[in-house]
């Protein structure tokens, strides 16, 4: 136990040194300064002509990279709209449905190890894989994290650096309820993990898993305070915004949305499956803010503390399904995408954009 403990202040004491290092990852603190009534306004094209852009993460420099779900591709996108493909990610398959190229996180130290973290589906099931960028080409491959069971749907898929400097990453539970409840499935969980895809110290059970008992979630950010936050799509009655603690059980299959059963964590909020379907979630300027599929709009959920108030909804229907939202580093702006070239979405190949929505 007293090892245990040292670990976790270890853990602990490095977070503040972090946090400076990894703000555009985050999503917390790398805008202007917070204002509690700011909300969105201006909204413009950024770029067009995409096919399902899904994972989203900045460069030092400013500029995006950004994947495509089911072309496999990487793309440069600059904030005044140059695009330029980086190269195409290897060992990537379909399912028919959700899986393919989603999650994407640039390492904190890119500018010196020029490390790109990836999740995506591939023959055996879902991974993380590690590649090289290095401003130019993609290259070296390396599986990091293999075992996690894939679907047609129900595949997660997002991935991001935390304020502690390792590394999260959301897996659904593969249309297998069951996996959810399974502290020795990698499904239906938060991962939190090293660069080399090792379980991070003070994990709660030792393992990759971080929480459990996750449908199928697609988004989490942090607030300037640290704590995580998550976006999950429910099934039939109820979408959920959690407050993510390590060995917490978020109900799945047993609850959907708020239940009274023991042991389990309700939401902080939670919406009808029509209202949201929610997937990118970004932290900014005193709020969450959640890009919603089905929904086809953008939440905005002011968080004061561990509390969620009441959340109010822009862009309903305007723009389609918006699937990634992220904050824009030094500005109060988000970068937000649609995926409407996606089953659901009905639209042909190209049709896809990323906006910029500015905060006043």
């Not at 400097?165 to 969980?189: I, M, R, V, W």
């Not at 459990?212 to 009655?237: C, F, M, V, Y």
């Not at 109820?238 to 917490?248: A, C, Q, R, S």
């Amino acid at each position: 136990m007293k090892s245990h403990r040292n670990t976790l202040v270890a853990a602990a004491a490095t977070t503040a040194l972090a946090a400076g290092l990894l703000l555009t990852q985050t999503g917390a603190g790398n805008a202007a300064p917070a204002r509690a009534d700011s909300a969105p306004s201006d909204i413009k094209t950024v770029s067009s002509g995409w096919s399902i852009p899904w994972g989203l993460s900045w460069l030092p420099d400013g500029s995006a990279l950004i994947a495509e779900r089911d072309s496999f591709k990487l793309y440069k996108l600059t904030q005044s709209g140059t695009r330029t493909q980086v190269g195409t990610v290897p060992n990537v398959v379909t399912t028919g449905g959700e899986g393919g190229l989603m999650g994407l996180a640039v390492s904190p130290n890119w500018s010196s190890d020029h490390a790109i973290y990836l999740m995506h589906t591939a023959s055996d099931g879902n991974r993380i894989a590690r590649m090289t960028y290095d401003g130019s080409s993609l290259s070296g491959y390396k599986a990091i994290v293999t075992g996690i069971k894939k679907n047609k749907y129900h595949n997660g898929g997002r991935l991001k650096f935390g304020p502690d400097g390792y590394l999260y990453a959301t897996t659904g539970e593969a249309q297998t309820p069951d996996l959810a409840q399974d502290k020795d499935s990698l499904n239906g969980k938060i991962l939190r993990m090293t660069t080399d895809g090792k379980p991070a110290p003070g994990n709660p059970f030792g393992t990759l898993v971080y929480s459990l008992g996750h449908r199928n979630p697609q988004g989490i950010t942090w607030d300037p305070q640290g704590r995580l936050w998550e976006a999950e799509l429910g099934n039939s009655k109820y979408d959920e915004l959690n407050l993510i603690e390590p060995g917490k059980n978020y109900g799945w299959p047993t609850c959907e949305g708020n239940c009274s059963t023991s042991g389990m964590t309700n939401p902080k909020r939670q919406w009808s499956v029509g209202e949201a379907s929610p997937s990118g979630v970004t932290y900014a300027d005193g709020a969450l803010y959640m890009a919603a599929l089905k929904g086809e709009r953008l939440w905005r959920i002011p968080v004061d503390g561990t509390s969620a108030g009441t959340p109010k909804a822009y862009y309903t229907s305007s723009y389609g399904r918006l699937r990634t939202v992220e904050t824009v580093p030094g500005e109060n702006a988000l970068w937000l995408s649609t995926t409407n070239a996606d089953n659901n979405g009905g639209e042909p190949d190209g049709a896809d954009k990323v906006f910029q929505v500015e905060l006043k």
